[in-house]
């Protein structure tokens, strides 16, 4: 039923009320009147501004259920629910209570009604008759249809994400902080810098949101009075606009840039603003200046606001900053619940604004990413938290001490296990005693460093043992390394002993001492007693200048991580623990400390399983294994292959690299009762330093916390630079009982990333500066956030781009190169670009490569180009070198066949990339090892090809594994293809027919 009304439409403004859910919202304010005026004096004033603003009198009222209402204006002397002035006596005059509904008035508004109110009162009222809101409405619609679609694109590029999916509580919380006695500084600094006092406001905002976690957005809704001509300033109705304006900014730049960048952004929006569609999402988080209203003084009476509560401008926060004489008055209102927002509470979320305004007034030339943000006495509180393990640390026992302390008091535990021998604690004890005693008549003295060749075996660990009972430091050695790799890590490390080289068929320099396990045997020489500050490892990671750097670790550090992750997991003593990392590498070293420490069992599965999925899933199923150590895209290869049996009893300990929400759901979705935690640290601090056990991952990040510090360790940001909350980053530095001794040879490198720490209370206390930068969540959990500098982590190892780069510009032919992590995940691999000479072509350089790097830092792709094109500051084009590589020009053989073309499916699935080129190897498409694992699984199940992995490694190519094929492989796909070439009336007789006849 439609109602005939008189009246008359509404305006944009109050359409997007509407559209937003927001004409219900109300305007509050208290109007003081200060001096002795009179009842009848104040009510007749308060007609007079009735009769003259027809706002102050309008209502609104719907033709018809479900339509936007008409402004229909009523008589001065008839009642009206959108407005409401109540006034009441104080002790020193009148209090007046204005309530007005969003479509009636705005901040702005305010400003006229206390000045026409003043005059009034004092009996002069106004000489000229102000523009009336339903005739400006009209103005406004015009401007809307001039500029709409014109300007439609601006607000396009500003679109704010979709609502969080949060549950949010009803109501506004609300918090007012007064910043006394800062307007005058602050005015002073506004001028100076420029850009304005309302722009510095803004730029404190934004950084403070930039502290909390909030859909990840850089949009603020910034509310505008749009009132650009002087016939509309004496207008009271609602004129504001409220327009998202991007907030993105160089953290290092200082306060001065970014507000004359804010303030350009806001006068490019409000030549936009009648552009901004009425049905505009609202942003996140919002902004309000609201403009001073001085108060009025008509003789001996004062008349001024003394609360201001306006209309909401964003979806879940937002600040309204207003200057009252020489102060600011800033509120801060969260739409709901906070906690349920992700959000602090809004006096935490307004003493952070008062840091920073407090920040930019003492030096506005400092970079915004130093402006303290959160007030110390917080920043002190999440860094207990960060930290709040480490006050039950006690200073432990060595591990080898553990191990003989073992033999002594249960000398038949079992120690150590794999597929094929055992070997109890006491076996351990006496068996390494040997190896110890033979290295000391060979003439091992204190911190000799002994380079072991062995994979991880019950022989690996009685040398490992044996070298630290002889007083000697281990080094792990990968026989996979190129030999001139292998001879650099010896140099560099100062090694005189080798065991195990002649079983790996390396030969000896005349100057080392070699020895084989079964040299081991009896000797009266005593070991000398091991002291905890004594080299116990040295392990070798990337460096970005191609020279490999010597990380040194001594025995206290060992046993303090042992000890920490022992606390944490608290294994039983028939736990058994495995890893399937190389020894070269620290990732496997948990497993081992954490069962040497407690007295429990080492699992150790044959180096094949790292790549052989089912021998992977058959070894940790016949072992009994409770406990695994290995990264998130080694074991998503072996559950895509292998299945359920591939996982452990009871924990996994994931780490390396980026552990994925996603990822744990799926673990969580084929084992929910598994204990999963996420472990992090540098070799430089002990294998780890930082770990979240993973309780849930709704809701949260899509990366998992790296959590919080082991009890051995101190987890702190970098003292120079802001506290990473929210989504603001920060260089982690690691303290704390795990930090190494530094780099062997490398005095300065040492001092620039082994720095003092300055939280320790010991003198002399170093952190280690990571170069990992982290985030830390409201709850003090790290975040990993990337890094400060090019080094990536490919399949778990730890790269610098630059080494390879290094490498590359070594050889002859090669006259510049650059290195890019390429893919995310476990299809993350390097990539290079070379500028070479004529005659040199990519398979002969990386075969060079192989002969210096390690097999993680070989580029999958070397692409030959004429020049590597640079961006203005002279650093390479990543977007340029990748569409270099889209677009290179060679020769293909595209896929053909059944049996080439289906196997081109399995490599394009695994890869998520066309294969164009028959010939060209999976390694060089993107593809590595464990990507191998997969594909084997996928040609074994979906093909029926029974191949291996040495085969697989063999013939990577479509076309020569297609060669491989059982002919009975190839019938069967033929068989498919004539079917799915039949129409599809005649496929369910052709399945039948063979059911009963056979192919």
């Excluded at 006096?347 to 952070?352: I, K, T, V």
């Amino acid at each position: 039923m439609t109602e005939d009304i008189e009246g008359f439409r509404l305006s944009p403004q109050q359409r997007r009320l509407f559209a937003l859910g927001q004409e219900n919202d109300r305007i509050t304010a208290t109007l003081r009147v200060r001096g002795n005026v009179d009842e009848t004096v104040l009510q007749s004033a308060l007609h007079h501004l009735r009769e003259r603003h027809e706002s102050l009198r309008t209502d609104y009222v719907s033709p018809e259920i479900g339509s936007l209402p008409l402004q229909v204006i009523r008589r001065t002397e008839d009642p009206v629910t959108a407005v409401d002035f109540s006034p009441r006596q104080s002790t020193d005059g009148w209090l007046i209570q204005i309530s007005a509904a969003a479509l009636s008035l705005d901040s702005a508004s305010l400003g006229v009604i206390l000045s026409d109110l003043a005059a009034f009162c004092d009996g002069a009222p106004p000489r000229t008759d102000p523009l009336q809101y339903a005739d400006a409405s009209q103005w406004f619609r015009d401007q809307v249809q001039d500029r709409e679609l014109a300007s439609r694109y601006f607000w396009d590029e500003r679109t704010p994400p979709r609502p969080s999916e949060k549950p949010s509580g009803k109501g506004l919380v609300r918090a007012t902080v007064l910043a006394k006695g800062r307007a005058r500084a602050f005015r002073a600094i506004s001028g100076r810098i420029g850009g304005g006092e309302k722009a510095v406001a803004l730029l404190c905002w934004t950084r403070v949101l930039a502290s909390v976690e909030l859909n990840g957005t850089d949009l603020v809704d910034v509310c505008f009075d749009a009132r650009p001509f002087p016939e509309l300033r004496e207008l009271v109705g609602p004129t504001e606009i409220i327009a998202p304006l991007r907030t993105t900014y160089d953290a290092d730049a200082h306060a001065a840039e970014i507000a004359q960048r804010l303030d350009a952004e806001m006068a490019d929006a409000e030549e936009h603003l009648f552009a901004l569609p009425v049905d505009f999402p609202l942003a996140p988080a919002g902004f309000r200046w609201q403009p001073e209203f001085p108060a009025e003084q008509q003789g001996d009476t004062a008349f001024f606001y003394e609360n201001l509560c306006p209309v909401g401008v964003a979806r879940d926060v937002s600040i309204s900053v207003r200057r009252e004489r020489d102060d600011y008055i800033i509120t801060v209102a969260v739409a709901g619940d906070p906690e349920k927002l992700g959000l602090p509470a809004p006096d935490d979320l307004a003493n952070r604004f008062m840091t920073l305004l407090d920040g930019v007034i003492a030096d506005p030339e400092t970079p915004v990413s130093r402006l303290a943000i959160l007030p110390k006495a917080e920043e002190a509180r999440i860094l207990r938290q960060l930290n709040q393990r480490r006050d039950r640390f006690q200073t432990p026992p060595l591990i080898l001490d553990r191990v003989f302390a073992h033999a002594a008091e249960q000398g038949d535990r079992i120690a150590a296990v794999s597929l094929d021998e055992t070997i109890t604690y006491r076996a351990l004890a006496e068996r390494s005693e040997q190896a110890a005693a033979r290295l000391l008549e060979a003439g091992l003295s204190r911190e000799d460093v002994v380079a072991i060749f062995s994979d991880y075996s019950i022989d690996w660990l009685v040398a490992v043992l044996g070298v630290w009972r002889a007083g000697g430091a281990c080094l792990a050695i990968d026989s996979a390394l190129p030999k001139t790799r292998i001879d650099m890590h010896l140099k560099i490390a100062h090694a005189r002993f080798t065991i195990g080289g002649r079983q790996k068929g390396w030969d000896d320099p005349e100057d080392l001492w070699q020895m084989e396990p079964e040299d081991i045997r009896e000797s009266p020489l005593k070991p000398p007693a091991l002291r905890p500050a004594q080299l116990a490892f040295v392990t070798f990671t990337s460096g970005t200048t191609g020279r490999p750097k010597a990380v040194a670790t001594e025995h206290r550090h060992l046993a303090a991580y042992a000890a920490a992750l022992t606390d944490l997991l608290a294994p039983a003593e028939d736990t058994r623990l495995a890893m399937v990392a190389t020894p070269s590498v620290d990732l496997g070293m948990t497993a081992w400390l954490i069962a040497l420490f407690r007295g429990c069992t080492i699992a150790f599965p044959p180096p094949a399983a790292r790549l052989d999925a089912a021998l992977f899933a058959d070894t940790i199923d016949r072992l009994a294994v409770d406990v695994l150590k290995i990264t998130p895209t080694h074991l998503s290869m072996i559950l895509d292959a292998a299945g359920p049996r591939a996982l452990p009893r009871r924990s996994i300990l994931f780490g390396g690299e980026e552990l994925s929400a996603d990822f744990v759901e799926e673990v969580r979705a084929i084992s929910p009762g598994l204990d999963l935690y996420n472990h992090y640290g540098p070799t430089e601090t002990t294998v780890g330093a930082l770990v979240h056990r993973i309780e849930t991952t709704a809701g949260g990040p899509a990366a998992v916390p790296i959590g919080r510090a082991i009890a051995a360790a101190t987890a702190m940001p970098n003292p120079g630079g802001t506290f990473p909350s929210g989504r603001l980053a920060s260089e982690l530095w690691i303290g704390g009982d795990g930090v190494a001794r530094g780099y062997l040879g490398e005095a300065a490198l040492t001092a620039d990333r082994f720095r003092p720490d300055p939280h320790a209370s010991l003198p002399g206390a170093r952190a280690y500066v990571t170069g990992d930068l982290v985030r830390l969540t409201a709850d003090a959990n790290a975040v990993y956030a990337g890094r400060v500098d090019d080094q990536v982590k490919i399949l778990g190892n730890r790269m610098e781009l630059g080494e390879v780069t290094a490498a590359l510009t070594a050889l002859a032919s090669v006259r510049q190169a650059v290195t890019l992590a390429v893919g995310d995940g476990m299809r993350r691999h390097l990539e290079a670009w070379a500028v070479v000479s004529e005659e040199a072509g990519a398979d002969a350089i990386l075969l060079a490569l192989r002969e210096v790097l390690p097999s993680a830092a070989i580029p999958s792709r070397l692409h030959i180009v004429k020049s590597i094109p640079l961006l203005a500051s002279g650093k390479p084009d990543r977007a340029a070198l990748l569409r270099l590589a889209e677009t290179e020009a060679c020769e293909k053989r595209p896929p053909h066949g059944v049996v080439e073309t289906a196997i081109a499916a399995i490599f394009e699935g695994i890869l998520d990339t066309r294969v164009e080129d028959a010939t060209a190897s999976f390694f060089e498409m993107g593809g590595h090892s464990l990507l191998a694992t997969l594909a084997i699984a996928r040609l074994r199940e979906g093909l029926g090809m029974a191949i291996d992995v040495e085969a697989f490694f063999t013939a990577p190519t479509v076309a020569d594994l297609a060669k491989l094929a059982d002919p009975r492989v190839l019938e069967r796909l033929r068989i498919v293809e004539r079917i799915a070439a039949l129409p599809e009336e005649d496929i369910e007789l052709e399945l039948a027919k063979r059911q009963t006849n056979g192919p």
